[in-house]
């Protein structure tokens, strides 16, 4: 068994993969935005992570924090500083925006805060720090960055759901089948070849902060020429270019046969279910993880490579 054989496969697989989530990932996050998926979350996070009504009243008063208290969740930000917002709480607490407040006194506000999750929490960190109020300042913004970021796991897994919904709507439409994709790349050393030529292009003209800005702006993905790379990929995979002409996507070369046995037809059903579930599985991974993967799988054939 050839290594170097199974390597360019994986290769195609990873380079078929990575073209079909930058599509989902689009399209992701096209839904995101104008559907505020990220603001609704954080808003909801912070009515959880402050549940005292008194104190989302006083954070009210800060135009800064207004539009993630305010009782209108689809006009929330999709990002909130937590240094700012732990400095604000904190000179909510001490009746003043400065931090020259004694600690004492931050202390005194918080014991006299009304029972709530937010007043244990604001007690026990007291407890820790010392006499110097920017130390309470950068203890509760790190408390509530660190506890936004383990709430924000909600939006993830959302978001890998609908990607996976997405994928596998894609993937049945299209015809991307895993375990027919496979087979061909394989049995086809022209195919192969091309397939893995086209990974090393786009790996190595794509950096990854190229890839993280193209990937997360739907606007950039279309018009910016840094993405040009990228966007050859999809429509490489949609419209069959000449290195992606070959590969067994779509219907058009595909027969359905029903001459052949019930135990037949079950088995080549079947056969294309599995296919189209393993895509959509994989796709559901994310494109970050595919071009990642890419650019590791291509380090290692570069290291194959036979000296001349």
């Not at 009504?53 to 800064?64: E, G, I, N, R, S």
């Not at 009782?71 to 604000?88: A, C, H, M, V, W």
């Not at 909510?92 to 937010?118: F, G, H, M, V």
């Not at 950068?138 to 960055?145: E, G, I, L």
Request: hydrophobic residues 40%; charged residues 20%; proline residues 4%.
């Amino acid at each position: 068994m050839d290594l170097t054989t199974w390597l360019d496969v994986a290769i195609g697989l990873t380079l078929i993969y990575l073209g079909v989530s930058l599509f989902v990932t689009i399209i992701n996050e096209y839904i995101a935005q104008k559907l505020n998926m990220r603001g609704r979350d954080l808003y909801d996070d912070l009515q959880q992570l402050i549940d005292d009504p008194d104190v989302k009243q006083a954070l009210l008063h800060y135009p800064a924090l207004k539009p993630f208290f305010n009782n209108q969740p689809q006009e929330t930000p999709s990002y909130i500083d937590t240094k700012i917002l732990g400095q604000l709480l904190i000179g909510s607490l001490a009746n003043t925006t400065s931090t020259c407040s004694s600690i004492k006194q931050i202390k005194e506000t918080i014991d006299k805060l009304p029972d709530s999750a937010l007043k244990m929490q604001l007690q026990s960190i007291a407890r820790t720090v010392g006499d110097k109020t920017e130390d309470m300042v950068t203890a509760v913004s790190d408390w509530m960055d660190r506890s936004l970021t383990m709430m924000g796991g909600t939006y993830k897994r959302n978001l890998q759901i609908i990607s996976f919904c997405i994928g596998l709507t894609l993937t049945v439409l299209f015809n991307i089948n895993t375990i027919t994709l496979t087979e061909h790349i394989y049995r086809d050393k022209e195919l192969r070849s091309a397939v893995t030529a086209y990974a090393i292009q786009v790996s190595e003209q794509t950096t990854k902060e190229t890839f993280d800005k193209c990937s997360k702006q739907p606007e950039l993905f279309l018009e910016d020429p840094a993405c040009k790379h990228l966007k050859g990929l999809t429509d490489a995979l949609q419209g069959r270019n000449d290195s992606l002409g070959k590969l067994p996507i779509g219907w058009s070369n595909v027969t359905l046969s029903l001459d052949g046995t019930a135990i037949e037809i079950i088995l080549v059903t079947l056969q294309h279910i599995a296919g189209w579930l393993l895509t959509a599985l994989a796709i559901s991974l994310g494109a970050p993880f595919w071009f990642d993967l890419l650019n590791k799988a291509v380090s290692v054939r570069h290291g194959m490579r036979k000296p001349e």
